[in-house]
């Protein structure tokens, strides 16, 4: 389980601005897919050794009511999912009443409360935090989000108690080990019945206990002759009971099971279609680098044309998974169910594939050779080799020469590239872009152009 940090503040005090922060360094791998949303309140963050989960918040004013007691009750929720808050306060604007009725949420809500002085760049840290004092929880931190200032000291410190997760571990990474799949996506989908028909009715009994708001159920299970462990965010209830259940949504234990998770299974509901709360959990999926099965759930009566307006919805809305393999499955009936083990299968064989050092680079010269990169600065970006740099999801590391400046549109041809000639279905693929060291970095203005030539030759030369 990662812990979980909730950031609360009364509005404008940078608790966004402090979330990007916090989510981006993971992002960074992660191309920017048009229909990828990245303004939303949940995100994966690594900015230490230890990886977390971040819940962003709206601000709480105190006072009126309306608006005003939606936020506290929403502030309340994620501090009571959170193991840790961390209250913002801006170090330009002082101290407010708000503040205070912020502080006094974390008291009584928090399981751990840190205080975060936000825009404190340029000043001094002793005098931006010393009428914060008063608030009565805890040492002030002065930080700037924006500029990034004593951050990473913040969440190091927030994050101290927690144990290091070992990610490149890759568990499950020799084949008879267990395969575990997440199975997610928004109440009343369908995933109870889903899961049910997956395991067959006599594991049910052994499950039947609701899941508590934070902690998602794992059932081992085996087919042909393979472990499985299933992760249920929904709980897993007998058929009967299914139904009944008023199933209590939680995007935290939705994106725990995904970390816990080599294979992530998303269902959609093909009757309500798809909501901006699927795009912004299918997005995670993505920005985790999960492989990934998207299962269009209810297929079952619905007309021709029904069908092809789902279909299109799909292809509108979601053009970012177009890695994924689609299924179209009704659990009620079990059609297309014994579909998806097989799909989940492809899925993790591309995800955790060998890539030779040798058919990369091969790969890459040729689709450099078909598109050049754009010439940026009046030099063109030089991309010479590429090998891998992890499985699960695959990380392809190219080198080269400005390649800080790969526009996102080249990245993605790239991507496509090495999608296609690798057989990468199933799996999202990132790019890491390393640039050679320049001895020379910084002084080009002051060469000469014989000296350029010069240099030119002896780069060759350090190249080799
Ligand atoms: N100078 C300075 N400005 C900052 C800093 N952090 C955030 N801001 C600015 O403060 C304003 C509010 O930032 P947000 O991150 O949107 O604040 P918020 O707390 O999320 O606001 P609400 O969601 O409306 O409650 C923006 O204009 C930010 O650019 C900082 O460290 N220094
Ligand atoms: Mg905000």
Redesign the pocket.
Known sequence: MLPVIALI??????????FNRLTRSRDALVADYPGLTRDRNYGFGKLGPVPYLVI?T??VAGGEIGIEERMVGQTVRALEEADAAIV?VDA?EGLTAADEHVADLARRHAKRVWLAV????GQDAAVASSEFHSLGIGEPHA?????GDHVSALIEAVLDEFEVETEEAEPGEEEDEELSIAVIGRPNVGKSTLVNRLLGEERLVVFDEPGTTRDSVAVPFERNDRKYVLIDTAGIRRRARVHEAIEKFSIIKALQAIEQAQVVIAVLDAHEGITEQDVSLLGLVLERGRALVVVTNKWDGLTAPERKHVRDELDRRLPFLDFAERITISALHGTAVGDLLPAVERAYKAAMRDLSTTELTRELESAVTAHPPPMVRGRRIRLRYAHQGGRNPPVIVIHGNQTERVPEAYRRYLINRFRKVFKLRGTPVRLSFKTGENPYKGRRNKLTPRQQRRRKRLMKHVKK
Not at 10 to 15: D, E, L, Q, T
Not at 118 to 121: C, I, V
Not at 143 to 147: I, K, T
């Open positions: 503040g009364r509005p404008n005090v940078g608790k966004s601005t402090l962003d709206g601000g913002l330009r936000n825009k404190a760049e930080v700037s989000a924006a500029h």
